[in-house]
């Protein structure tokens, strides 16, 4: 029912938009005014949606396509009594569900989409919600048993309560407030003294400016996953379409990918709260684009002939997989999110030529990098690739943050004349700037 009321309310603003900006407006000979349509419900003069509200000190008194239909809900149910029995706060909520649809879209992200049974999996409450013990009442529906994995803390109320189905079953999550709590205030910039820098890879998820790296564990992507994922993806392809074999066999598959996806949850909430924990003011992330580096080759055709040549798409097919695994934009959120509670700053930083710039010299040159190892072609400094990029986005951080002696980003120094030197530089009594110390390299294994 809710998922039909999404549909319709699209649908409804959909023909608004056609029949106001596409088909045209027409003129009233009585009132000699121009007027849209009437045939849908959040149309222009609003006859059936009530566009003004009655607040006259309202600076915008004209109500959004939303507002009109959370208004028009008692029609909505005076005209299909069924959907008298979901409450009010539900379909308020599934009606600004479509509003933040539409404001993704005006951000430059996909238009809105009629939902199926396969994308709409959840409801939310905002008001009734109680629990008592291992059960839970959720209004029009009543008391439900369920299993209390995190108790409400005494003194904390429900502001809402968003249930949702699973490939195992049904899960709620419950929002709540403690007004008594004070806010964390994270410091400003200027306050920034110490800043530790994060690389993100494949071989190892993190890479520490300090040394310290965490495993990958490739939940998704390892050799054991792949082979099950493959052989039940298989058994639902002989299955006979529209069967309950065929249904059960998806299942399977569902609850397989749920599990890699909690594996990966669970790991990345350790990492995240690990980095979160350590003794620094800020923590500079890079500011990846994930999404361009999944995006496809280009095409390349053949100018004579016009047949397509390799463009390299197949061998990037592993690639791809592997940083999607990997998961780096849910990775930082919980890293922002965290550092945030802590009253710390998280930094991000252009990662532009931080793995191929030498931290010596300077140079800039993809001949700098062999896999792991990092040799400078100009001066010879070595080190290891990945976490000598994890300082130089710690630099880039501190010099955004305070201006002191860090090198500044994406410019090329000239090599200089006595550079014979192959270590890398030593570090003075209390280390490099933000380190917390000369450690060796330890890798966190899962």
Known sequence: MLRCHYNWCLGDRISQYNQQFIQGEYSNLRTRASASPLTCFVS???????????TKNSKNPRRSAGDIQITALPQLKTARPWYAGID????????KRLDIAYKNFFEGRGFPKFKNRSNFTSFTYTMGVKSSGSKIYLPKLGWMRFYNSRPIPDGFTVKAATIRQRQDGWYVSVRIEDKTVPDVVARSLTQVKSVIGCDLGITKLVHMSDGYQFANPKFGNNKKTKRFLKIRQRRVSRKVKGSKSRKKASQKVGRLHKKIADKRQAYQWWVAKTIASRRVDAIALEDLNVSGMLRRCRVKKDEESGRFLPNGQSRKVGLNRAISDAAWSELIL??????????KVAVKINPKHSSTECRKCGHIDRSNRDGEKFICSACGFFAHADIS????????????VRGDSAKPAGKTAKRPKDCKEKSPRPSGKGGEPGNLGNKDIKTAMS
């Open 389 to 400: 990029a994890a300082k130089t986005i710690r630099d880039r951080a501190l010099e955004m």
């Open 88 to 95: 009010s706060t539900v379909l308020q909520q599934n009606v």
């Open 44 to 54: 222009k003069n609003g006859a059936t949606g009530e566009p003004w509200k009655d």
């Open 334 to 343: 919980k890293i922002e999110y965290l550092a945030a509670k802590q009253g």
